[in-house]
């Protein structure tokens, strides 16, 4: 048997492993799902952070998660750390990647949702992290920050993505047609911002391409927690939501 016959019978299968949360985990996870590869998650493997993540952190390229192995005939070949990296890999492997403009396109998003991330990062509250207030300085910023994120920064942002998509070869009504890994990752950081403060239909063309990728099949089935990753819960919260702080408290 050829080397091509026995990877087609015995096809590589993609594995990962991140917290039960949202954050950096949705994004990963609906790639994969949408991709068509065989892979499997925190649910189907099974993994938990808590049992298992200690022993495997000092396996992994940067000791931290998400992190995807890939396997064949059982045995982990390699792993793909950073949540990027491991965006692009899927959609190289899967070729859902795009060609030419579209992957361009792609790779603007993706940029575009790590900025945004990382903007979060600093300026909304999460269940593990609140925000400064007077006599309290926390490593997010204060309440100010935190409107001015949601009333000015991005909405900046989204006006930009809106253009960038509109004005590209990309329809913003997919009728069928797959997506592409950079938009799949955007949209997971613009839903988890959503969940924080209603802005989508401020931005009507946006919203489009927004409500066609979250009423796919597939992504129902990630945000149900029914995919081979399980339930991923809400990471950043509102600043009036009694949710924040609520797994740990960093002033503790």
């Known amino acids: 048997m050829s080397a091509i016959t026995s990877e087609a019978v015995q096809p590589r299968c993609y594995e990962l492993r991140y917290f039960p949360l949202m954050a950096k985990g949705l994004g990963p996870t609906l790639v994969l799902e949408h991709s068509g590869v065989e892979w499997k998650g925190n649910a189907s493997l099974p993994f938990s952070t808590k049992t298992e993540w200690k022993d495997l952190k000092p396996t992994t390229p940067f000791g931290q998660l998400p992190l995807l192995s890939v396997v064949e005939k059982g045995v982990t070949v390699f792993h793909v750390a950073q949540t990027t990296a491991i965006i692009n890999y899927v959609g190289k492997v899967s070729g859902i990647e795009g060609e030419n403009n579209l992957f361009a396109l792609s790779q603007q998003l993706l940029a575009e949702g790590e900025d945004i991330y990382n903007l979060m990062v600093k ?27 949601f009333s000015e920064t991005l909405p900046k942002h989204l006006t930009q993505i809106q253009t960038l998509i509109t004005t590209s070869s990309r329809q913003t009504h997919y009728e069928g047609e797959g997506f592409l890994p950079g938009e799949l990752y955007l949209f997971s950081i613009i839903h988890q911002a959503c969940l924080v403060a209603p802005f989508i239909a401020l931005f009507p063309d946006l919203q489009a391409w927004y409500r066609a990728i979250l009423n796919s099949e597939s992504t129902q089935k990630v945000l149900c927690g029914e995919s081979k990753m399980g339930v991923l819960n809400q990471y950043f919260q509102a600043d009036e939501s009694d949710d924040v702080c609520k797994v740990a408290d960093e002033r503790s």
Do not use: E
């Open 123 to 149: 300026y909304v509250p999460t269940l593990y992290k609140r925000l400064s207030s007077p006599g309290i300085t926390t490593t997010k910023g204060t309440r100010s920050d935190y409107d001015h994120f």
